[in-house]
Structures are given as structure tokens and as C-alpha cells.
């Protein structure tokens, strides 16, 4: 038996589970639980991937230094501030790992990403949740949960799974009440959905104690490269590149990264696509009596009327080879994140959710 037992926190974290890919004995499966980009990365990364694959035999960049120049390039940041990890989830944990430890807390909103209060377990810090309000992130509540403790706040904006979004004003409003000793995290995701929205970089250049962190895995279309980002303050990147592993990031992964900040005209055809398929969406699923709030990601969460009804709609689409995410874990039976796909996508799931309530009202 082994006698050595893991720290206290890692035994409190249930295993990730991530958007069901197949369905068994069925080969035409639409899966729409991920949020990935439904047409995929740009021409250029692909060539730009299978290029780099011949030098994989290479150590990769420890510096990363031209795709952070590229990501300040194109956002008007300090290069030296931008710091690049495996997925903007590799820089929300290392912030854990610097700026929290046993004892301490990490706060972030009802409905927020399940990896947050994951991170507050893998160092040994309390997860505290923060109420809601209709699915907002509610900054009186958040305020009212920061404690002499609390070393971090975790916020998506705009969020997953609500799709909703907090406007500027809303969040200066928390970063002017924010312990000095506290960092806020802004996690944009789902940022270049919104155009002209800077994912609150304007906030790290404001405030020392302000992160914002970046991926390329949803209108890169780069999920499976496993790429992200963060800006911050100089001595909070500091702090984080003394943690980071020295080649955290892949030649491969690199590449398809620095391809696809120098193709905004596709992320642009992304974006477009997304928001007028976005819009059909909403307004289909409004037209089956199927609530949903504006969305500013690349996915609705439909709100049916309970939760068995949501049941039996999740598992209609199933046996109709479609592929959503219940949100059961985020605290809404009720509700049901449908990735926006492209035109013919959504017109197979808005068929398929008429006929199941259909059938489901017989």
C-alpha cells in the first residue's frame, strides 16, 4: 500500500470532463460541444505546421520572442509583457501557483469555467464562488466574497457557458475596488468575437494587479496546437517566467501560431461567419419558445423550461448524430451550450430541436 498521500486539495478535484466527440454506432456526428471554429485554421497555419514539421527534431524557442512580437504587433502591447503558455489555461494555473497557496483564496462567479476552482484545489487554496445574477457576473458579489485572503479572481469575459458579457465600466468599477494585494485575472477567451473589444488590456496597463489572458484555440481555430497567452504587468510576467517551463511550447505549435496573427483576414471571415450564424441561432431557437441571452462568444446556451426537457432534447440530438454540451456541472440542468457551426449546421440542429420538442410535447 502506498503510505504517501497527495496534497489535500488534489483529491477535492473532479477529472475534466471535455465535449463528448462520438457517439457509438453512428458515423455522420456533428459535434457541437467544444466551441471550436467550425472552418477550421487558416491555409496558412497548415502550411506553416507542415513546415515546421520537418525540425521538430529542433529544441523550440525558450523565449518565444517572435510570436509575442507579433501578438504586440497586433494589439498594440509591450512584447515584454506577453507571456505565451499551453492554452491561456497553462498561465491561469501558473498564476495560481506564484500568487496562492494553502490557506488562501481564489474567487470566481457561480457559473464561472469548472478549471478555476480546479486550480484553487491544485495549490491548496479555498475555492470561493461568487452568486450571479440572470447569468451576469455579478461585481457586487464578487466584491462582497474578497476576503483579507483572497489572492485571486478568476473572470471570463465574455463568459462560458452563459455567453454573457460585462461591459467596461462594470469592470473598472471592480479593479478601482480591488485589494492591491489581489490579482484579477481576465480571461477573453472568447474576446475576438466581440470586434473592437480588447479582452481588457487597457485594464493591465491601468492597474499593476490587472492579468488578462488570450487562446488561439477558438477563432484561430487552433484547439488541438495548444496555444495561448497572457499580458500582464512586468513583475507579474517576471514571476511567471521563473515558473514556466523552459520549452513549454512545441516548434509545431509555435509555427501554426505566428501564421495565424499575420492572417486576420481569416479571423475577420471567422468572425463574420460567427456572428451572422450566431444571430440565426438566437433567433431560431427564440422562435421554438427556447429562451437564450444575447450571445457574445461563439456558442448559445438555449434555456429550456426544466431540466427534464433538456434531458430529453440533449439525448434527441444524440440519436440524430448532434453533439451539444449539457451544463449540468456549471450549475444549469435547465440549459444546453450549442457551438455555432456553420450555415447547413445550423440548420440540422434547429430541425432537430423542433422535432424533439415535437415529440416531446406529444
Given at each position: 500500500m502506498l503510505l504517501l498521500k497527495p496534497n489535500s486539495g488534489v483529491m477535492k478535484i473532479s477529472p475534466y470532463l471535455g465535449g463528448q466527440s462520438h457517439i457509438d454506432g453512428l458515423s455522420d456526428v456533428l459535434k457541437l460541444s467544444s466551441n471550436e471554429n467550425p472552418v477550421g485554421p487558416s491555409p496558412q497555419v497548415v502550411n506553416a505546421i507542415a513546415s515546421a514539421a520537418s525540425k521538430v527534431h529542433r529544441y523550440p524557442s525558450r523565449n518565444h520572442t517572435t510570436l509575442r512580437e507579433r501578438i504586440a504587433e497586433l494589439h498594440g502591447l509591450n512584447p515584454d509583457q506577453v507571456i505565451i503558455g499551453v492554452g491561456s489555461d497553462e498561465i491561469l494555473t501558473l498564476l495560481a501557483l506564484a500568487y496562492a497557496d494553502s490557506g488562501t483564496e481564489?474567487?470566481?462567479?457561480?457559473?464561472?469555467?469548472?478549471?478555476?476552482?480546479?486550480?484553487?484545489h491544485i495549490v491548496g487554496?479555498?475555492?470561493?464562488?461568487?452568486?450571479?445574477?440572470?447569468?451576469?457576473?455579478?461585481?457586487?458579489?464578487?466584491?462582497?466574497?474578497?476576503t483579507p485572503k483572497t489572492r485571486?479572481?478568476?473572470i471570463a469575459n465574455?463568459?462560458?457557458?452563459?455567453?454573457?458579457?460585462?461591459?467596461e465600466d462594470v469592470i473598472a468599477q471592480l479593479c478601482d475596488s480591488l485589494p492591491t494585494n489581489c490579482l484579477l485575472v481576465l480571461d477573453g477567451a472568447y474576446a475576438e468575437f466581440v470586434e473592437g473589444f480588447?479582452?481588457?488590456a487597457g485594464f493591465v496597463r491601468k492597474y499593476e494587479n490587472v492579468v488578462m489572458t488570450r487562446t488561439f484555440s477558438k477563432i484561430y481555430g487552433l484547439g488541438g496546437l495548444r496555444v495561448g497567452w497572457g499580458y500582464a504587468s512586468a513583475s507579474v510576467i517576471d514571476v511567471l517566467n521563473r515558473i514556466r517551463g523552459p520549452f513549454n511550447m512545441s516548434n509545431i505549435a509555435l509555427?501554426?501560431?505566428?501564421?495565424?496573427?499575420?492572417?486576420?483576414?481569416?479571423v475577420k471571415k471567422c468572425r463574420d461567419i460567427n456572428s451572422q450564424q450566431r444571430m440565426r441561432l438566437c433567433d431560431g431557437f427564440r422562435q421554438l419558445g427556447i429562451k437564450c441571452d444575447k450571445s457574445y462568444t461563439n456558442f448559445v446556451l438555449a434555456r429550456f423550461n426544466n431540466k427534464k426537457t433538456a434531458d430529453f432534447v440533449n439525448n434527441f440530438l444524440k440519436s440524430q448524430g448532434i453533439i451539444v454540451r449539457d451544463v449540468k456541472a456549471y450549475k444549469m440542468p435547465e440549459a444546453l451550450r450549442i457551438t455555432v457551426g456553420t450555415p447547413d449546421d445550423n440548420d440540422r440542429v434547429l430541425n432537430s430541436v423542433k422535432l424533439a420538442l415535437e415529440t416531446t410535447c406529444q
Open positions: 481564489v474567487v470566481y462567479p457561480e457559473h464561472g469555467f469548472l478549471l478555476y476552482p480546479t486550480i484553487a487554496a479555498y475555492p470561493i464562488e461568487a452568486k450571479e445574477t440572470e447569468r451576469c457576473v455579478d461585481i457586487s458579489s464578487i466584491l462582497d466574497s474578497i485571486l479572481v478568476y465574455p463568459a462560458n457557458p452563459s455567453s454573457t458579457m460585462l461591459e480588447d479582452g481588457g509555427a501554426g501560431a505566428e501564421a495565424a496573427i499575420l492572417d486576420q483576414v481569416y
